[in-house]
């Protein structure tokens, strides 16, 4: 066995002296620093398609909020993910922008890749990575359908021609009367920005101009068969801001909220899809959910999905009256998404050429 030396115990005494010397002057430790890093870890899905994936992925972007407001380094461990879905994207990346925008070189973020390729190349080709700083790795080709048509972009801007790169390839893509869809997510920009953000979101980071600034976020694709484009902003919600605007329309308002909060929020989403009328009562500006919103999906034959806090409304038009399904879920996320799929097919292409 190896001695130790015989001046060991009053060196160490010397080094600890030192140490506590120097902490009193309030100098730092030549000694590396212990502390570990700070990780919030994703979940496996990204993804507004159930209770469970809603509730797992509200609970992540509400950590990472709390944890990138606390410290000055945080790690977003995306590597469990296997598969991410349009809305959850979309939320996901709309709430990672707005922490970075507000925080700025506040803290740190970082992350590593997902353990899916197909998850990595949708984070490449949306901006998530760039947006991190995290190097591109992936090569994207026309085999990846999934990944490739995907169009992206944001702005706090209600002119649609804000968002040229987007509709333009949207344009390139579908039938020349598809216009009104296009027609319908730019009034979906402008009511984000009149109505949505009435108010400050009142999370972790409201406040500041930046947390609290009127942005929207948009995916659009085309894929077998089918466009999608997907509508995302961080306001207050619709089940917030509906009866601000139409109090004297809701006469069962007081019924309302004895339901759930879930349940409550998905009649409130139900009836802003039969309002239309603008808040700001000029005819060129907002006119509700009905009239651009569902409009769209009515007449194109499509299906549209509505999110906003901890409700779900789902319309099928493919064919007859309009079929509505209400879902509830368990948490808020705390804004609203809402989503087009309308197909594309040759019938359709000959019948609105002749628009």
């Not at 991190?132 to 169009?151: C, F, G």
């Not at 309002?275 to 549209?304: P, S, V, W």
Request: hydrophobic share 35%.
């Amino acid at each position: 066995m190896k001695l130790l030396p015989d001046d060991y115990y009053d060196r160490q005494r010397r080094i600890s002296a030192s140490r506590a010397r120097a902490r009193a002057r309030g100098e730092k430790s030549s000694r590396p620093s212990q502390k570990a890093d700070v990780i919030v870890n994703a979940p496996s899905q990204i993804g507004l398609h159930n209770r469970s994936a809603q509730s797992e992925l509200i609970r992540f972007l509400r950590a990472l909020r709390k944890q990138c407001t606390r410290n000055s380094s945080v790690k977003i461990n995306f590597y469990p993910i296997e598969k991410v879905f349009s809305t959850g994207m979309l939320l996901m990346l709309a709430e990672i922008d707005r922490i970075t925008r507000v925080l700025g070189e506040k803290c740190t973020i970082t992350c590593n890749y997902p353990k899916d390729d197909t998850a990595e190349k949708v984070f490449q080709q949306v901006g998530l990575l760039r947006i991190l700083k995290k190097p591109h790795r992936q090569k994207i080709t026309e085999k990846d359908t999934n990944v490739v048509n995907w169009n992206y972009a944001s702005d706090v801007s209600v002119n649609q021609k804000s968002a040229d790169v987007l509709m333009k390839a949207i344009r390139n893509q579908v039938p020349k009367g598809y216009q009104k869809l296009v027609t319908g997510v730019g009034e979906a920009m402008d009511n984000a920005v009149h109505h949505a953000y009435i108010r400050p979101r009142g999370d972790r980071l409201s406040g500041s101009p930046d947390a609290d600034e009127r942005r929207w976020w948009v995916f659009a694709e085309v894929l077998d068969g089918w466009l999608h484009v997907v509508f995302c902003d961080l306001g207050l919600g619709i089940p917030v801001t509906l009866p601000e605007r139409w109090a004297e329309q809701l006469t069962d308002i007081l019924r309302l909220t004895t339901l759930s909060p879930g349940k409550r929020d998905s009649r409130m989403i139900r009836r802003s899809l039969e309002l239309g009328r603008t808040r700001t009562e000029q005819d060129h500006r907002g006119k509700g959910l009905k009239r651009n919103i569902l409009k769209a999906a009515e007449e194109l034959g499509g299906r549209l999905h509505v999110y906003s806090n901890m409700g779900v409304v789902g319309v099928d038009c493919g064919g007859g009256a309009p079929r509505y399904t209400l879902g509830a879920y368990d948490e808020s996320i705390l804004g609203t998404i809402i989503q087009w799929s309308i197909p594309v097919t040759e019938k359709q292409d000959l019948e609105n050429e002749h628009d």
